[in-house]
């Protein structure tokens, strides 16, 4: 019979330690975590970017990723997105008792992997396990800490009339991965886009100041994320629809269940809004990267219509892109 967690897991003795000792600090192995402390001591030099995020995914292993790789996903996405380099992360886990303990050693064999992916160091963290039936196995929570990178300054009272809005790959690729992995909607498993952000936004970056602003478009999708830039301000943004990237088997299945891939989640893209004069070179620079070789220019920033975001249909007219009123997906992320 395969070993499962406990509430015995959860209380601070020998199996805690042991659960602490076999199934984390062998992979995340480093001086400030084998310490053990209440917190990490670390060196962090200069102004530091700092984020916190919580993943309830359900099911919690999809195609492409599982809620570990996802928690690691999730925070130093977070982090690139302020302009910093990603260093430390917390982790801090909710057990449910009945948890596989093989399930867990695969999701812990995920994190490890990807956190050295993305270049960052699990420091420190936590476990508590929950009675069966009030945890959805497992709950995880990362905070994260980055270091600014110099001449880099983000924040959209930067955007301006005339800049371009980037989109560093598909659209919606995440959302529409859980639906499938949930419900076997179809034969072709959609896989998720899942992965840490380093690389496309250094390629992004090197523009320093014709950067406005970056962000990841997680829950709400573009549409929501274009919403936040726009809401309260004094530029509109209008989108391409014909611009707009979707993989074939995505909006295949957008069309079949009535979702628009536009607030479908993405955890593997960036969308950025950059000076007009250096848009195409940071395409042509994204596109030799394996992780947004399709991306695109999808909008511009305008005058006219402020606090709005359009598109601009292949049909000819515009509508307004708004927020949703409700939850096209619950527990994505």
């Known amino acids: 019979m395969e070993e499962i967690i406990s509430m015995s897991h959860g209380n601070g003795g020998k199996k805690t330690s042991l659960l602490i000792e076999k199934m984390f600090l062998s992979r995340f192995n480093n001086k400030e975590l084998n310490i053990l ?6 060196n962090v030099n200069g102004r530091i970017a700092f984020s916190t995020d919580s993943f309830v995914i359900d099911p919690i292993f999809f195609n492409g990723g599982d809620i570990g790789k996802l928690s690691v996903c999730g925070t130093v996405n977070d982090l690139l997105m302020c302009g910093s380099r990603p260093k430390y992360l917390s982790l801090s886990l909710i057990l449910e008792e009945g948890l596989l303990l093989s399930e867990l050693e695969k999701i812990a064999d995920s994190i ?5 992916k993305a270049g960052v160091y699990v420091v420190t963290g936590d476990t508590k396990v929950v009675d069966k039936g009030h945890g959805h196995k ?21 955007i301006e009339n005339g800049d371009k809005v980037i989109i560093s790959g598909s659209m919606g690729n995440h959302g529409v991965s859980i639906l499938c992995s949930r419900n076997n909607f179809f034969e ?8 840490p952000l380093n690389k496309v936004t250094d390629a992004i970056l090197k523009y320093g100041e014709s950067v406005k602003i970056l962000r990841d478009p997680t829950r709400g ?8 830039f726009t ?20 909006k295949t299945a957008c069309d079949l269940l ?31 990267l394996e992780d947004s070789y399709n991306a695109e220019i999808i909008g511009e920033v305008k005058a006219a219509n402020s606090g709005k975001v359009l598109l601009n249909s292949i049909y000819g007219g515009k509508r307004i892109i708004d927020k949703l009123s409700f939850d096209q997906l619950p527990r994505i992320c």
Request: hydrophobic share 35%.
């Open 221 to 228: 999708g573009v549409a929501t994320t274009l919403n936040e």
């Open 258 to 288: 009535g979702i628009d891939p536009l607030y479908s989640a993405n955890e593997g893209k960036v969308l950025a809004i950059v000076s007009a004069d250096i848009a195409d070179n940071i395409i042509s620079d994204l596109r030799k």
């Open 188 to 195: 072709t498993n959609i896989p998720s886009d899942c992965t």
């Open 138 to 158: 497992i709950y995880i929570n990362t905070a994260g800490i980055g270091e600014l990178k110099d001449g880099i300054s983000l924040g959209r009272d930067r």
């Open 112 to 116: 490890s992997e990807t956190a050295k």
């Open 231 to 250: 809401e309260g301000m004094k530029f509109s943004i209008e989108l391409y629809e014909d611009k707009l990237p979707i993989d074939k088997d995505v």
């Open 37 to 42: 402390g209440d917190g990490a001591i670390l």
